[in-house]
């Protein structure tokens, strides 16, 4: 079905919430242009002729990387009018979104970009039939966005040889907390929350600071929506279904691990009040 309409926007998500979560803001700061290759692909896929980059005003870096990069491609005549003298138009500007929460929800983030207060509305109509202005707008998140240039390059079968059949690919997260080694990493989708804390995390650390594989207790992830892996989840493999079937979710990509000197109440109540409170 296509919607036909005389506008049509292309939105990228940054709006990156998530307490522990920074996997957009170094796809922004890194490689801004796999991004705006994304958001030409979307565009020429759906025929949009402008597009908004929302990013959180808390990654000043992610912002001006993107707005050089914005200005370089159009230079390039990558960007803006006449795009390799096809005849398309495709315009980009950047949103600098306030650090609401509830911003990371499509609808909340498209009412924000249109200068109203980031609240959810009731779906459908979906953003693909009413969403920008009341345009038909693609929404997806920066990591969708950039992998979109690579999957086109190598194709969809060798995408496909990485991760599990219903969730192929790869996905980024960000590990911290009470692991050795903190930060960034990109793993087949299907990998085990053993394999990542105790291999690629270099195990959990104890409340004396010393590598104690025994001292774990817990793996927060998906955010303060998302939910609490503990001992019995270790072999779970990290994939859409496996963890939607314990009641949990992959969300943004967050790991938070914890040691036994956390306490489960603290953790639950920290997690609800930020909810609350966003």
Known sequence: LVNKSDKKYVICNGDEGDPGAFMDRSIFEGNPHSVIEGMLIAAKAIEADEGYVYVRVEYPLAVKRMRKAINDAEAMGFLGKNVFGSGKDFYIHIKEGAGAFVCGEETALIASIEGKRGM?????????????????????NVETLATVPQIILTGAETYREVGTENSPGTKTFALTGNVANTGLIEVPFGTTVREIIFNIGGGVVNAEGKIDNSDFKL?????????????????IPLDFDSLSSIGAMVGSGGLVVMNKSACIVQVAKFFMQFTQNE
């Open 120 to 140: 959810p509305k009731p779906k459908p109509p979906f953003p693909a039939v009413k969403g920008l202005f009341d345009k038909p707008t693609t929404i997806n």
């Open 219 to 235: 793996c927060q992830i998906g955010g303060p929506s998302g939910g609490c892996l503990t001992e019995e989840h270790l072999d």
